[in-house]
């Protein structure tokens, strides 16, 4: 973990709001393992209250500590955001449609209510009825070398049914990419090139690891045809 200094700027952090245990108020976090997990974001009302819990945003953060009088540290280092450099990351969907609401009538507007629920099954319902629209014959190209078109409705459907979680060794997505999505990559079981078809019956969402691995590994066949029967589970019974 990096040791930040008070006063310091960290440009271009990814944010997410989110709701603490035992606090009322929205709040906001860095989504980066270098900054300890319960420093919490000073950040607009406004736009807290506006967007869905798990939105997210991009910011320029300052390392920031309030003192006592005697000039001694008052509290735990805490971040603030630039509120200029605020950009809404518009193409990651939470996966809740809850928002906070403030409780009218408390005393010091900071007691609120949360409204709203899950939101991943409807949006994975809508993204699987897309996929399945695809015709799922491989669309080759021909360039210098041969290419193999891959469906982006087909890719969304898949990264959303993972949820962040890969497919084949089930642990978290290793890093958050710069879209602010959870990174996996979309692997075809059976490759396109071998006359694999491009549809959700044919891919799983998997982290770098994994995707090398089922690629070149000595037990790609064998860890491929485990991800066949899971397909077959998850999408056909």
Same mark, same amino acid.
């Given at each position: 973990?990096?040791?930040?200094?008070?006063?310091?700027?960290?440009?271009?952090?990814?944010?997410?709001?989110?709701?603490?245990?035992g606090i009322s108020r929205p709040r906001v976090r860095v989504l980066w393992d270098q900054i300890p997990?319960?420093?919490?974001?000073?950040?607009?009302?406004?736009?807290?209250?506006?967007?869905?819990?798990?939105?997210?945003?991009? !910011? +320029?953060?300052?390392?920031?500590?309030?003192?006592?009088? #005697?000039?001694?540290?008052?509290?735990?280092?805490? /971040? $603030?955001? %630039?509120?200029?450099?605020?950009?809404?990351?518009?193409?990651?969907?939470?996966?809740?449609?809850?928002?906070?609401?403030?409780?009218?009538?408390? !005393? +010091?507007?900071?007691?609120?209510?949360?409204?709203?629920? #899950?939101?991943?099954?409807?949006?994975?319902?809508? /993204? $699987?009825? %897309?996929?399945?629209?695809?015709?799922?014959?491989?669309?080759?190209?021909?360039?210098?070398?041969?290419?193999?078109?891959?469906?982006?409705?087909?890719?969304?459907?898949?990264?959303?049914?993972?949820?962040?979680?890969?497919?084949?060794?089930?642990?978290?997505?290793?890093?958050?990419?710069?879209?602010g999505r959870p990174y996996l990559e979309v692997h075809h079981v059976q490759q396109l090139s071998e006359?694999?078809?491009?549809?959700?019956?044919?891919?799983?969402?998997?982290?770098?690891?994994?995707?090398?691995?089922?690629?070149?590994?000595?037990?790609?066949?064998?860890?491929?045809?485990?991800?066949?029967?899971?397909?077959?589970?998850?999408?056909?019974?």
């Amino acid at each position: 973990m990096t040791d930040f200094t008070t006063g310091e700027t960290i440009q271009g952090m990814l944010l997410e709001t989110c709701r603490d245990d035992g606090i009322s108020r929205p709040r906001v976090r860095v989504l980066w393992d270098q900054i300890p997990s319960d420093w919490r974001v000073e950040f607009p009302r406004k736009i807290r209250e506006e967007y869905n819990l798990g939105s997210r945003f991009r !910011a +320029d953060i300052k390392v920031c500590q309030k003192h006592n009088k #005697d000039g001694t540290t008052k509290g735990q280092r805490y /971040l $603030r955001a %630039d509120t200029k450099s605020i950009n809404h990351i518009k193409d990651f969907i939470p996966s809740t449609t809850v928002k906070a609401v403030s409780r009218k009538g408390s !005393a +010091d507007g900071r007691t609120y209510d949360y409204l709203g629920q #899950d939101n991943h099954i409807g949006l994975l319902a809508k /993204l $699987r009825d %897309d996929a399945l629209t695809v015709i799922t014959e491989s669309k080759i190209t021909q360039n210098i070398s041969t290419q193999h078109s891959r469906n982006e409705k087909i890719k969304s459907y898949v990264r959303q049914r993972a949820l962040g979680i890969c497919e084949c060794c089930l642990n978290p997505a290793p890093f958050i990419s710069r879209s602010g999505r959870p990174y996996l990559e979309v692997h075809h079981v059976q490759q396109l090139s071998e006359g694999g078809e491009d549809s959700i019956y044919n891919a799983v969402a998997i982290c770098p690891n994994c995707h090398a691995e089922v690629t070149v590994g000595v037990k790609a066949n064998e860890i491929n045809q485990q991800l066949l029967d899971k397909l077959r589970q998850i999408e056909i019974t």
